[in-house]
């Protein structure tokens, strides 16, 4: 099944710490797509405000042995959209969480929606 997540940049609330969990930098993309691959998320970020910080998704999994918190970051500035592509187990459920890196090691979330099964 194929969880494709079309985020966009969020108010800043609840912090999480990056460097504990696992983070990729998205691919610059024109708008977002879809995949083909089986198991394998899209995750797209839109940073909508031109404030100097890159805009988060982070993804918690509440799957065992799986990573809890997965970030897609997009630096590419404002108005742009990022992809990052992730391979989860599909049952377990997932909660999206948008906002913005403030510095390394500190950044804001707020709570957007969850899904499972996918």
């Known amino acids: 099944m194929i969880a494709t997540i079309g985020l966009a940049f969020a108010a800043l609330i609840a912090?999480?710490?990056i460097h504990d969990y696992h983070c990729q930098t998205g691919k610059h993309v024109s708008e977002p797509g879809h995949t083909d691959k089986c198991a394998e998320a899209e995750v797209y970020v839109k940073d909508r405000k031109?404030?100097?910080r890159a805009a988060l998704a982070a993804i918690r999994s509440?799957?065992?042995?799986?990573?809890?918190?997965?970030?897609?970051?997009?630096?590419?500035?404002?108005?742009?959209?990022?992809v990052c592509t992730f391979n989860w187990p599909e049952g377990p459920k997932k909660e999206v969480h948008v906002g913005a890196l403030v510095s390394y090691t500190n950044l804001h979330t707020d709570y957007k929606c969850s899904f499972s099964n996918n």
């Open 62 to 82: 509440y799957a065992a042995g799986d990573p809890p918190i997965r970030f897609c970051r997009n630096n590419h500035g404002n108005g742009t959209w990022a």
């Open 15 to 17: 912090p999480f710490r």
């Open 50 to 52: 031109a404030d100097s």
